[in-house]
T-cell receptor
Framework: DTEVTQTPKHLVMGMTNKKSLKCEQH?????MYWYKQKAKKPPELMFV???????INESVPSRFSPECPNSSLLNLHLHALQPEDSALYLC???????????FGPGTRLTVL | SQQGEEDPQALSIQEGENATMNCSYK?????LQWYRQNSGRGLVHLIL???NEREKHSGRLRVTLDTSKKSSSLLITASRAADTASYFC???????????WGAGTKLIIKP
């Protein structure tokens, strides 16, 4: 299996909701990433997990909470989001220490 | 954080023509990669060129790297409608999993 899957594809949520984004890969990659991408912009790194431990947090607001339950799964828990958080959220993985990243199709998030 | 610039920001060419995109960056790098993103979808890794390489080919793709000018170019030969996408360059400066992304070039191939 050479792909990264993300669910859901689309998510609409209110500012008081709690929701989670899920990412899964079965390539044996030990690094996993969350990115946020606004329209016509490059992806912005949010979090990096290396060997299931959070290694990079790019000063992301606490309303975004990542979780890495095991080496294949990555979650992003969302709570009390703002309309400006509406974006495409991308998950990626890579072999440890390798620069090539493999991306999932993304979750299109709309916050009302 | 965004290290580099890409030009042009947008490029529209006829099918069959060659497309060239450029990427400039600011600091010394380990590697430079190019990714493609179809509208509103995930990014696909196209090619990686290491700092000690000057040119690399993959199918219809040709990448060059000029470390003295801190720039790279991506050439797509014999373009097809399916090449319509945004193209991003990304560099890794330190081996800590962080990529520094360019602003991207939006390529449109007209049939």
């Amino acid at each position: 299996d050479t792909e990264v899957t993300q669910t859901p594809k689309h998510l609409v949520m209110g500012m008081t909701n709690k929701k989670s984004l899920k990412c899964e890969q079965h390539m044996g990659h030990r690094a996993m990433y969350w990115y946020k991408q606004k329209a016509k912009k490059p992806p912005e790194l949010m979090f990096v997990y290396s060997y299931e431990k959070l290694s990079i947090n790019e000063s992301v607001p606490s309303r975004f909470s990542p979780e890495c339950p095991n080496s294949s799964l990555l979650n992003l828990h969302l709570h009390a989001l703002q309309p400006e958080d509406s974006a495409l959220y991308l998950c990626a993985s890579s072999q440890a220490g390798q620069p090539e990243q493999f991306f999932g199709p993304g979750t299109r998030l709309t916050v009302l | 954080s965004q290290q580099g610039e890409e030009d042009p920001q947008a490029l529209s060419i006829q099918e069959g023509e060659n497309a060239t995109m450029n990427c400039s960056y600011k600091t010394s790098i380990n590697n430079l990669q190019w990714y493609r993103q179809n509208s509103g979808r995930g990014l696909v890794h196209l090619i990686l060129i290491r700092s000690n390489e000057r040119e690399k080919h993959s199918g219809r793709l040709r990448v060059t790297l000029d470390t003295s000018k801190k720039s790279s170019s991506l050439l797509i030969t014999a373009s097809r409608a399916a090449d319509t996408a945004s193209y991003f360059c990304a560099t890794d400066v330190e081996s800590n999993y962080q990529l520094i992304w360019g602003a991207g070039t939006k390529l449109i191939i007209k049939p």
